[in-house]
């Protein structure tokens, strides 16, 4: 069908169907005000969509597929809870966009949030595109997980430090292309490199549960601070970090996968004034930590795995193991 301009307020354009049926819109769609709303139906647009003033979209139950470039100004847009893809760019300024309830949101070209508010889904956002940037509005993660899945070098430029990631996974199909900070972040959760290469760049990066190297992933530090924020959390791989940074408030473990070596090239800060233990999730392995410990008690344990500390400069505040 052509496309559609909605513009009356009060005013609801349904789609009956089921999800056997699927509307295709040859023509750009630009909502205003009134509800577009697809039910049980499958949408396709070929063209633009643009959302503003008091319009409300609502996905439905089924799948919605965006060719064109998407510009939300205003308004509110419900995504379906099958999946929601965007083939286009994505750039909102206002608005309010719940993807909560969908089982996948996926951006095929550049991610742009500069205002209003972004509700992503409690599973699954795939960012594929050449950029993802959150310069302004609100990001909340629902607990889900944003996977930074572009075959190229892509940024991820999040400014906003209100708007944590809860899991982000680098996932670059074929270990080709990296994704590069622009910005300060923070991940709440779990950070898993599993393909392409993570580029901190000068940039502080806290992380409140696990980091994860694996496969044909890479984490290259640069100049750049990680924050361990978490309480029991393991460092899974063999990492090199330029500065890494751990603060405690209670007794916490900080483990290491078997057989790899975790390097810290810089400098190691551990605080808080409570013991942190070191330990293997695999006591069969030796893991061996390079690096140095600063201004608070550490406890490891005992078995063969581990260097023991000891002296290694005149200050009574360092020490080496």
Not at 35 to 46: E, K, R, W, Y
Not at 152 to 171: A, H
Not at 205 to 233: D, E, H, M, P, W
Request: proline share 2%.
């Amino acid at each position: 069908m052509p496309g559609i301009q909605l513009n009356a307020a009060g005013c609801t354009l349904a789609f009956a169907g089921t999800n056997a049926n699927a509307i295709l819109f040859d023509g750009a769609v630009d909502v205003q005000a009134g509800t577009l709303d697809f039910g049980m139906t499958n949408a396709v647009f070929s063209q633009t969509l643009s959302l503003s003033g008091t319009g409300n979209i609502n996905g439905g139950t089924e799948t919605v597929v965006l060719g064109g470039n998407v510009q939300i100004t205003g308004g509110s847009f419900t995504a379906p809870t099958t999946s929601l893809t965007f083939n286009g760019t994505y750039d909102q300024s206002a608005g309010t966009v719940t993807a909560t309830g969908a089982g996948q949101v996926t951006f095929n070209q550049a991610f742009s949030l500069t205002g209003g508010s972004f509700l992503a889904p409690s599973a699954s956002m795939v960012v594929a595109g050449p950029n993802a940037t959150v310069t302004g509005g609100t990001f909340t993660h629902n607990n889900g997980t944003v996977t930074m899945a572009y075959t190229g070098d892509t940024q991820l430029n999040v400014t906003n430090p209100s708007n944590p990631f809860y899991n982000l996974t680098v996932n670059q199909l074929g270990g080709m292309g990296s994704t590069t900070l622009a910005a300060n972040s923070t991940v709440l959760n779990d950070l898993s490199i599993s393909n392409g290469s993570f580029n901190a760049g000068s940039y502080t990066l806290s992380v409140g549960r696990n980091i994860t190297v694996a496969g044909t992933g890479s984490f290259n530090a640069g100049t750049s601070t990680v924050q361990l924020t978490g309480a029991n959390q393991v460092l899974q791989g063999s990492i090199a970090f330029y500065q890494l940074q751990k603060t405690v408030n209670a007794a916490a473990t900080l483990s290491f996968s078997a057989g790899n070596t975790i390097y810290v090239t810089n400098s190691l800060t551990l605080r808080g004034g409570r013991s942190i233990t070191f330990a293997s999730i695999d006591n069969a392995g030796k893991p061996i930590f390079c690096g140095y410990f600063r201004n608070a008690p550490v406890g490891l344990l005992g078995h063969s795995g581990f260097k023991q500390l000891k002296r290694l400069r005149n200050a009574s505040d360092w020490s080496e193991f």
